[in-house]
Protein backbone atom coordinates (compact mmCIF):
# COMPACT_ATOMS: atom_id res chain seq x y z
CA UNK A 1 0.00 0.00 0.00
CA UNK A 2 1.36 3.32 -1.16
CA UNK A 3 2.15 5.30 2.13
CA UNK A 4 3.18 8.79 2.80
CA UNK A 5 4.54 10.60 5.98
CA UNK A 6 5.29 14.06 6.47
CA UNK A 7 7.12 15.73 9.52
CA UNK A 8 8.60 18.76 10.46
CA UNK A 9 5.85 21.61 10.68
CA UNK A 10 5.36 23.46 13.42
CA UNK A 11 5.40 27.13 15.17
CA UNK A 12 7.94 29.33 13.37
CA UNK A 13 8.83 33.26 14.10
CA UNK A 14 8.55 35.22 10.62
CA UNK A 15 11.92 35.19 8.74
CA UNK A 16 12.48 31.92 10.43
CA UNK A 17 13.41 28.39 8.86
CA UNK A 18 11.74 24.69 8.69
CA UNK A 19 12.84 22.04 6.98
CA UNK A 20 9.83 19.32 5.78
CA UNK A 21 10.46 15.50 5.16
CA UNK A 22 8.00 13.13 3.37
CA UNK A 23 9.05 9.46 4.01
CA UNK A 24 7.76 7.75 1.07
CA UNK A 25 6.77 3.48 1.27
CA UNK A 26 5.07 0.83 -0.73
CA UNK A 27 6.23 1.46 -4.15
CA UNK A 28 9.11 2.41 -5.89
CA UNK A 29 9.95 6.35 -4.99
CA UNK A 30 12.83 6.86 -7.65
CA UNK A 31 10.10 5.63 -10.57
CA UNK A 32 7.97 8.54 -9.51
CA UNK A 33 7.82 12.64 -10.17
CA UNK A 34 6.65 14.21 -6.16
CA UNK A 35 4.95 17.41 -5.03
CA UNK A 36 4.46 19.71 -2.36
CA UNK A 37 1.05 21.36 -2.12
CA UNK A 38 -0.12 23.38 0.86
CA UNK A 39 -3.34 24.78 2.49
CA UNK A 40 -3.57 27.80 4.23
CA UNK A 41 -6.38 27.07 7.08
CA UNK A 42 -9.93 27.52 5.89
CA UNK A 43 -8.45 28.08 2.16
CA UNK A 44 -8.00 26.24 -1.38
CA UNK A 45 -4.85 24.28 -2.52
CA UNK A 46 -1.72 25.69 -3.47
CA UNK A 47 0.69 23.90 -5.51
CA UNK A 48 4.11 24.84 -4.31
CA UNK A 49 6.73 22.49 -5.93
CA UNK A 50 7.57 19.58 -7.66
CA UNK A 51 10.76 17.40 -8.17
CA UNK A 52 11.39 14.82 -11.54
CA UNK A 53 12.02 11.14 -10.34
CA UNK A 54 15.71 11.73 -10.81
CA UNK A 55 15.63 15.19 -8.90
CA UNK A 56 16.86 16.83 -11.79
CA UNK A 57 14.10 19.41 -13.05
CA UNK A 58 12.34 21.26 -10.50
CA UNK A 59 10.05 23.71 -10.74
CA UNK A 60 8.40 26.04 -7.69
CA UNK A 61 5.64 28.28 -7.69
CA UNK A 62 6.30 32.50 -7.92
CA UNK A 63 5.91 32.78 -3.85
CA UNK A 64 8.44 30.85 -2.76
CA UNK A 65 10.79 31.02 -5.89
CA UNK A 66 13.91 31.37 -3.72
CA UNK A 67 12.93 30.56 -0.08
CA UNK A 68 11.81 27.09 -0.98
CA UNK A 69 14.39 24.44 -1.77
CA UNK A 70 12.87 20.78 -3.15
CA UNK A 71 15.24 17.48 -2.70
CA UNK A 72 14.90 14.04 -2.40
CA UNK A 73 16.79 11.36 -1.37
CA UNK A 74 15.82 7.64 -3.41
CA UNK A 75 17.81 6.28 -1.54
CA UNK A 76 15.79 7.10 1.68
CA UNK A 77 12.89 7.15 -0.13
CA UNK A 78 12.19 10.82 1.46
CA UNK A 79 10.95 13.91 -0.14
CA UNK A 80 12.14 17.35 1.50
CA UNK A 81 11.25 20.84 1.71
CA UNK A 82 13.60 23.58 3.14
CA UNK A 83 11.99 26.77 3.90
CA UNK A 84 13.25 29.88 4.85
CA UNK A 85 12.58 33.29 5.02
CA UNK A 86 9.36 32.21 6.26
CA UNK A 87 6.23 34.89 6.14
CA UNK A 88 3.17 34.80 7.78
CA UNK A 89 1.14 33.91 4.49
CA UNK A 90 3.33 30.98 4.52
CA UNK A 91 0.88 29.33 7.15
CA UNK A 92 -0.24 25.82 5.93
CA UNK A 93 -1.12 22.40 6.21
CA UNK A 94 1.63 21.05 3.74
CA UNK A 95 1.02 17.69 1.67
CA UNK A 96 3.36 16.01 -0.22
CA UNK A 97 1.80 13.86 -3.04
CA UNK A 98 3.02 11.53 -5.63
CA UNK A 99 2.74 11.97 -9.19
CA UNK A 100 0.66 9.42 -11.34
CA UNK A 101 3.09 7.51 -13.95
CA UNK A 102 2.78 7.68 -17.62
CA UNK A 103 0.13 9.62 -17.44
CA UNK A 104 -0.94 13.28 -19.39
CA UNK A 105 0.47 15.95 -16.45
CA UNK A 106 1.14 13.44 -13.71
CA UNK A 107 -1.66 14.15 -11.91
CA UNK A 108 -1.37 13.78 -7.94
CA UNK A 109 -2.75 10.07 -6.98
CA UNK A 110 -1.74 9.65 -3.77
CA UNK A 111 -1.13 12.21 -1.00
CA UNK A 112 -0.11 12.24 3.11
CA UNK A 113 -1.97 13.26 5.68
CA UNK A 114 -0.25 16.85 5.88
CA UNK A 115 1.87 18.83 8.31
CA UNK A 116 0.93 21.81 9.60
CA UNK A 117 3.29 25.14 9.47
CA UNK A 118 2.28 27.64 11.64
CA UNK A 119 4.49 31.16 11.01
CA UNK A 120 3.36 33.63 13.69
CA UNK A 121 5.36 36.16 16.28
CA UNK B 1 0.57 32.35 -15.31
CA UNK B 2 -3.08 30.13 -15.74
CA UNK B 3 -5.44 31.13 -13.97
CA UNK B 4 -8.20 28.38 -13.08
CA UNK B 5 -12.23 29.29 -12.28
CA UNK B 6 -14.70 27.20 -11.15
CA UNK B 7 -18.81 27.37 -10.87
CA UNK B 8 -20.44 27.16 -8.36
CA UNK B 9 -19.13 28.18 -5.82
CA UNK B 10 -21.37 26.03 -3.47
CA UNK B 11 -24.07 24.06 -3.80
CA UNK B 12 -26.94 21.69 -2.26
CA UNK B 13 -27.88 18.53 -3.32
CA UNK B 14 -30.41 15.88 -2.19
CA UNK B 15 -29.21 12.54 -2.98
CA UNK B 16 -29.56 10.77 -6.25
CA UNK B 17 -29.17 13.98 -8.05
CA UNK B 18 -27.61 14.78 -11.03
CA UNK B 19 -24.68 17.67 -10.02
CA UNK B 20 -22.41 19.39 -12.50
CA UNK B 21 -19.51 21.64 -11.65
CA UNK B 22 -17.91 23.62 -14.06
CA UNK B 23 -13.94 24.66 -14.30
CA UNK B 24 -12.45 27.19 -16.66
CA UNK B 25 -8.85 28.13 -17.63
CA UNK B 26 -7.61 31.21 -18.46
CA UNK B 27 -5.59 29.50 -21.94
CA UNK B 28 -6.03 26.34 -23.77
CA UNK B 29 -4.62 23.42 -21.63
CA UNK B 30 -5.58 21.03 -23.74
CA UNK B 31 -6.57 17.60 -22.04
CA UNK B 32 -4.51 18.34 -18.87
CA UNK B 33 -7.26 19.08 -16.57
CA UNK B 34 -7.72 16.91 -12.88
CA UNK B 35 -10.64 17.23 -10.32
CA UNK B 36 -10.21 15.86 -6.49
CA UNK B 37 -12.69 15.81 -3.93
CA UNK B 38 -11.21 16.74 -0.58
CA UNK B 39 -13.69 15.89 2.49
CA UNK B 40 -12.81 18.12 5.50
CA UNK B 41 -9.85 16.98 8.02
CA UNK B 42 -8.81 14.55 5.02
CA UNK B 43 -6.09 14.60 2.30
CA UNK B 44 -7.50 15.45 -1.63
CA UNK B 45 -8.29 12.40 -3.59
CA UNK B 46 -7.64 12.47 -7.25
CA UNK B 47 -11.56 11.35 -9.06
CA UNK B 48 -10.81 12.49 -13.03
CA UNK B 49 -7.08 12.93 -14.51
CA UNK B 50 -6.52 14.07 -18.36
CA UNK B 51 -9.93 15.26 -18.12
CA UNK B 52 -12.38 12.32 -18.76
CA UNK B 53 -10.34 9.49 -17.19
CA UNK B 54 -11.95 8.00 -13.73
CA UNK B 55 -8.72 7.16 -11.03
CA UNK B 56 -9.24 3.37 -10.70
CA UNK B 57 -10.97 2.63 -7.79
CA UNK B 58 -13.30 6.10 -8.03
CA UNK B 59 -16.88 4.99 -8.32
CA UNK B 60 -18.25 5.12 -12.09
CA UNK B 61 -21.21 7.81 -10.97
CA UNK B 62 -18.59 10.26 -11.54
CA UNK B 63 -17.37 11.35 -14.84
CA UNK B 64 -15.41 14.28 -16.27
CA UNK B 65 -15.38 15.93 -20.05
CA UNK B 66 -14.42 19.07 -21.98
CA UNK B 67 -10.96 20.49 -23.55
CA UNK B 68 -9.12 23.93 -24.39
CA UNK B 69 -10.47 26.01 -21.63
CA UNK B 70 -13.81 24.66 -20.43
CA UNK B 71 -14.34 21.47 -18.28
CA UNK B 72 -16.93 19.77 -16.27
CA UNK B 73 -17.33 17.05 -13.75
CA UNK B 74 -20.92 15.41 -13.28
CA UNK B 75 -22.10 13.38 -10.54
CA UNK B 76 -24.51 11.34 -11.79
CA UNK B 77 -26.50 10.55 -9.05
CA UNK B 78 -25.33 12.07 -5.94
CA UNK B 79 -24.80 9.86 -2.40
CA UNK B 80 -23.90 10.85 1.29
CA UNK B 81 -20.48 10.34 1.12
CA UNK B 82 -19.73 12.55 -1.89
CA UNK B 83 -20.04 15.66 0.23
CA UNK B 84 -16.89 18.13 0.15
CA UNK B 85 -14.81 20.34 -1.61
CA UNK B 86 -14.20 19.84 -5.78
CA UNK B 87 -10.98 21.19 -6.58
CA UNK B 88 -9.85 21.41 -10.51
CA UNK B 89 -6.24 21.47 -11.32
CA UNK B 90 -4.35 22.41 -14.30
CA UNK B 91 -1.22 20.12 -15.18
CA UNK B 92 -0.31 22.01 -18.56
CA UNK B 93 2.58 23.99 -17.45
CA UNK B 94 3.39 25.10 -14.16
CA UNK B 95 2.93 26.67 -11.77
CA UNK B 96 -0.06 23.64 -11.69
CA UNK B 97 -2.94 26.25 -10.28
CA UNK B 98 -5.98 24.86 -8.96
CA UNK B 99 -9.32 26.05 -9.36
CA UNK B 100 -11.07 27.80 -6.10
CA UNK B 101 -13.17 24.96 -5.07
CA UNK B 102 -16.84 24.03 -5.16
CA UNK B 103 -18.48 22.45 -2.12
CA UNK B 104 -20.86 20.54 -2.35
CA UNK B 105 -23.45 19.83 0.27
CA UNK B 106 -25.89 17.19 0.27
CA UNK B 107 -29.35 17.99 1.53
Known amino acids: EVELVESGGGLVQPGGSLRLSCVAS????????MNWVRQAPGKGLEWVSDISSTGSVIHYEDSVKGRFTISRDNAKNSLSLQMSSLRVEDTAIYYC??????????????WGQGTLVTVSS | DIQMSQSPSSLSASVGDRVTITCRAS??????LNWYQQRPGRPPKLLIYAASSLQSGVPSRFSGRGSGTDFTLTISSLKPEDFGTYYCQQSYTTPFAFGPGTKVDVK
Open chain 1, 26 to 33: GFTFSSYE
Open chain 2, 27 to 32: QSISSY
Open chain 1, 97 to 110: ARGLRGVLGSPMDS
